[in-house]
């Protein structure tokens, strides 16, 4: 079993402190499009991460089935949301996880799936790369969630985690069926439709 992790605690500091998990493209929150894209990519159960603003995503966003995580440090950064979901997988049955960001709705089920399809044993380290560069989503094997909890600090998750085992990476290139934008600036939001 290959769990989703869908990071959408921010604040949208860039964003004038709009969550970013509720800017609306295609009509719905960014959360409900994250977690689709996991959960069509062959993952499940799926686990999302709130912190900013969580009471009003739990109210607007239709999430079924999806396990809502409340991380009350979510101010800190990604690295407490890394933390908080890898901590709400363990003693489940999933052997690994895909971790995707509420940000990027340019990567759907499609890329998701390519992911998950790399996985081998609790030990894979897989993640997207987009014309050989490294990107989201990101394939944790169970075996590795401790050591990556520990490293993931302020706003780099797991990016020095990630750097130190470049080597052991396999990269599954998904640029020809995802657009890995981020929206982080005022100028990012002409990405939602």
């Not at 769990?3 to 605690?9: C, D, N, Q």
Request: hydrophobic content about 45%; some cysteine; aromatic content about 4%.
């Amino acid at each position: 079993m290959i769990a989703g992790l869908l990071l959408a605690a921010g604040g949208g500091r860039r964003l004038g402190g709009r969550p970013k998990a509720l800017l609306t493209h295609r009509g719905r929150p960014l959360v409900e499009h994250g977690a689709r894209a996991l959960r069509e990519g062959g993952c499940g159960p799926v686990h999302v991460v709130l912190g900013a603003a969580a009471r009003e995503v739990r109210s607007r966003a239709e999430l079924p089935g999806c396990v809502l995580v409340d991380n009350p440090r979510w101010a800190e950064g990604m690295g407490s949301s890394l933390r908080a979901g890898l901590a709400s997988l363990v003693g489940t049955a999933a052997e690994a996880v895909v971790v995707l960001l509420v940000d990027q709705p340019g990567i759907g089920a499609a890329a998701v799936a390519r992911v998950v399809g790399a996985y081998r044993t609790p030990d894979s380290l897989v993640a997207a790369s987009y014309d050989g560069k490294r990107g989201h989503p990101v394939l944790f094997g169970a075996r590795r969630w401790a050591e990556i909890a520990a490293d993931a600090e302020g706003d780099r998750g797991a990016r020095a985690y990630l750097r130190a085992h470049e080597s052991e990476i396999e990269r599954v290139e998904c640029g020809d069926v995802a657009r890995a934008y981020d929206i982080d600036t005022e100028e990012d939001l002409s990405h939602l439709e």
